[in-house]
């Protein structure tokens, strides 16, 4: 549940676009106390279902419509079109204008900005594929937040209302910002995706394969959590064992060689974390070391 609480005078708020992000961040606001006014999409159907989430919250037929209702808007369309959706209206100074991206910067919302509007970015750094399921992550996640005051703080609020964590971003690190979220969250699927596909080669379906996998991700995740990513690491790269890894490297070479040079990076990759964790010897560290060069890169 959120853990914070609107302030008072919370201005009423508009979404244009209702995709998976925009209505689980509607309706979480909604449920923080947030006076959600309404919502424009190019599928009206989308925008009901938004507005049907809340009550005093309807779907307008025109975006321009609930721009000049509303005083905070925001605009949670695809990355591309958020210029575009921004230039296509009219603003006012009172007008605060926001977009949910985390790689865009900013400055996509100039053309409000031209006409007096306050202009940030508010990020949610979480997954959005499923509407209630996002709704229950979204507490907890963080925020990354880039605006001027009043409209940073007011955001700030608007973040902790939610049960989340803000962060404030300086101009320009929203594309690395972003990067890393997809080494933390989209790399990890296709990682996962790498690892059924070995389990294949000797005969077991994917759906057996990612039931006796899933268990292993979420102990990684719940020792994360709980030792940081240093403590956390396991398995033979920790240990520095080098004659499990070589039986990996020839079981890749032989059934999965394609995989090769993703394993030998993300081992390189882990020596330094290894050494940090001090669970094995500089010597056996350094034989490993020799082995993952000998590979190839």
Known sequence: MPSGQPAAGTPRIGFIGAGQLGVALAWSLARAGYRVIGAASRSQASAARLAGGIAECRAYDSAQHLVDDADLIVIAVPDDAIA??????????????????????????????????????????????????????????????????????????????????????????????????????????????????????????????????????????????ANGPIRSLAGPIARADVGTVERHIAALRAHAPALLPTYLDLARRSLPIADAKGGASREKLNALRALLDRVGP
């Open 84 to 225: 575009s959706a921004t230039r296509s209206l009219a603003w006012r100074e009172r007008h605060a204008v926001i977009h949910c991206s985390g790689a865009t910067e900013v400055l996509a919302l100039a053309a409000a900005a031209a006409q007096g509007a306050s202009i940030g970015g508010f990020h949610p750094l979480q997954t959005f594929t499923n509407t209630e399921a996002a709704i229950k992550t979204l507490p907890g996640c963080t925020v990354g937040i880039e605006a001027e005051e009043p409209l940073l703080g007011q955001l700030t609020e608007m973040a902790k209302a939610l049960g989340c964590h803000p962060i404030r971003l300086p101009a320009g690190a929203r594309a690395l910002y972003h990067a890393s979220g997809s080494f933390a969250a989209s790399f990890l699927v296709g990682l996962i995706n790498d690892a059924l596909a070995l389990w294949s080669a000797f005969g077991v379906e994917r759906e057996d394969a990612f039931r006796a996998l899933l268990p292993l991700t979420k102990g990684t995740v719940a020792a994360l959590e």
